[in-house]
């Protein structure tokens, strides 16, 4: 019996490593965008960085709609997500758009780990092609 569908850990494995290859990315790509510009003066500001310039330069558009609690949670909203338009005619994609999102998660917590925020990213898909991101600061 032939099974053409990767095992669950083989997935959890290649999300991981999209994961770190969005980390490695992030990290380079926020070293140029802050090039010329003067340090942040709060974590707030770094996050605004990140959903105006830093998702400019990534998606040619800045964030839908930024949220937080103040307390180190923030949740970046994208309406029109670039990689997820491609797949968002049909609803059979829905349960997987969250793996093609390892890379997005990869690459903010690469970036905010370059300015010095620890961080844990997630994403959530609901309606396609929208979708937020949710980024915990991990405070030690």
Not at 22 to 51: A, H, W
Not at 67 to 82: A, I, P, S
């Amino acid at each position: 019996m032939c099974n053409d569908q990767p095992k669950k850990d083989e997935k959890e494995n290649i999300a991981s490593k999209l994961e770190s290859m969005g980390f490695r990315v992030g990290q380079r790509m926020i070293e140029r965008f802050t090039r010329e510009t003067p340090r942040f003066s709060t974590e707030l500001d770094i996050i605004k960085f990140v959903c105006k310039d830093f998702w400019s330069g990534a998606f040619k558009k800045q964030v839908d709609n930024l949220r937080t609690n103040h307390q180190g949670v923030y949740v970046l909203q994208d309406n029109k997500f670039k990689l997820l338009v491609p797949m968002s005619a049909g609803k059979q994609y829905l349960e997987a758009a969250p793996r093609y999102l390892a890379f997005t998660c990869g690459l903010i917590r690469g970036a905010l780990s370059n300015l010095g925020m620890n961080c844990v990213v997630t994403a959530e898909v609901s309606t396609m092609p929208a979708c937020k991101f949710q980024i915990m600061i991990q405070r030690s």
